[in-house]
């Protein structure tokens, strides 16, 4: 069935450099996708959206890009900071009513100082 | 500004044992609200949501229930609960369709 899925389950980057997280999705239909930044024993915390009437999204020290191409997203976060350091999820929205969002499985990142 | 709280933070209850947890969001008005279900090292899995009082729809069979008695709040009940009822869960809003969802920190449920 259609999913979302993360190819790779930890990153590990020094503090300062960037850092790339990405994500595969398979439902074309999709036109909502959404990254969530998890901490240890917390709810996931929205970070930034896109819809598929975009390419390229940026927040504060994020940016979310969509390749409807080849159904990848990605998140980018500049210059990592330790605090970066949590489970990063994104999530796609295939609504039959309201925001069913599917998720993936989660990347966790890890931030060296 | 909106907010959202769930309790308990942390519940332990043997197996057969009944459960509520509870969900109240304050700030808002007939948001959409969600349960959902997080395995340990796992993703998010949807397990009801609501669009109004005493609407619930169910996405997974399952020993859970959930109901919701007022606007803002939401509850996820277990008449006799399972060892595979253990699990982290969390509550969540939305505001109007399409918008990201915002989640509550979370029940961590151990049944032993």
């Known amino acids: 069935g259609e999913s979302v899925g993360l190819h790779l389950p930890t990153l590990s980057v020094q503090e300062g450099d960037n850092s790339i997280i990405n994500c595969a999705y398979s439902n074309s239909a999709s036109d909502y996708f959404i990254w969530y930044k998890q901490e240890s024993g917390k709810g996931p915390q929205f970070i930034i959206d896109?819809?598929?009437?975009?390419d390229k999204r940026q927040g504060q020290r994020v940016t979310v890009l969509l390749n409807k191409t080849v159904k990848h997203l990605s998140l980018q976060i500049a210059a990592t900071q330790p605090g970066d350091s949590a489970v990063y999820f994104c999530a796609e929205n295939w609504s039959r009513a309201g925001n069913m969002l599917t998720f993936g499985g989660g990347t966790r990142l890890m931030v060296k100082p | 500004s909106q907010t959202i709280h769930q309790w308990p933070a942390t519940l332990v209850q043997p197996v057969g044992s009944p459960l509520s947890l509870e969900c109240t969001v304050e700030?808002?008005?007939?948001?959409?609200l969600y349960w959902y279900r997080q395995a340990a090292g796992r993703g998010l899995q949807l397990l009801f949501y609501?669009?109004?009082?005493?609407?619930i729809s169910s996405e997974v069979p399952q020993n859970l229930s959930a109901s919701r008695p007022q606007d803002r709040q939401f509850i996820l009940s277990s008449k006799k609960l399972l060892l595979s009822d253990s699990g982290f869960y969390l509550c969540a809003w939305e505001g109007r369709a399409g918008s990201p969802l915002h989640f509550g920190n979370g029940t961590r449920l151990t049944v032993t």
């Open positions: 700030g808002t008005s007939n948001p959409n």
């Open positions: 896109i819809r598929s009437n975009m």
């Open positions: 609501s669009v109004g009082i005493g609407q």
